[in-house]
């Protein structure tokens, strides 16, 4: 089979939405520079997501291990933990990358509104759970667009179908 003569299955990714999130994030802890990278750490004291088929809080203790790259992107590794509204807890991991010209970075980093287009925020998820009415998340992918504002970023998140 050629390399371009693909089934119509694998020529585009469909989604449908998931839930939006919104974290409360504290003021960054630095580490600073590493092997990895400039590293920081911010700490998630709470939340909230609201979808269609979930929606509820974001409990304390989440956090975000970022490294900062040479040009200032940031590349994100989040734990989370859900309650949906219903009581069933659900834990959340995402990665992610921040990208964009080095002076909106900058004016996100002094917690500056910027325009969510001019810089790029996506992320990955993934869920587990044990709660009965949820068991569908332990198996799906998420992708997100993320908007990084003073107080914590914002994320629409959809299922990939």
Do not use: C
Request: aromatic letters at 8%.
């Amino acid at each position: 089979m050629p390399i371009g003569d693909i089934p119509d299955a694998l020529k585009a990714v469909r989604t449908r939405p998931l839930f939006v999130m919104r974290l409360d994030v504290k003021p960054l802890q630095i580490i600073g520079g590493t092997p990895s990278g400039f590293r920081r750490v911010g700490v998630v004291p709470g939340g909230v997501f609201e979808g269609d088929r979930l929606r509820g809080d974001i409990l304390d203790g989440g956090n975000d291990w970022q490294s900062l790259d040479q040009a200032g992107a940031a590349s994100l590794d989040v734990r989370l933990v859900l309650k949906t509204d219903d009581g069933v807890a659900i834990g959340m991991k995402y990665t992610g990358v921040r990208a964009g010209p080095e002076d909106v970075l900058k004016r996100i980093d002094r917690g500056e509104a910027v325009d969510p287009a001019s810089y790029y925020f996506r992320i990955t998820a993934r869920f587990e759970t044990a709660g009965q009415g949820y068991l569908w998340l332990n198996h799906l992918l998420a992708v997100g667009i993320g908007h990084r504002r003073a107080d914590g970023p914002v994320y629409n998140l959809f299922e990939v179908l």
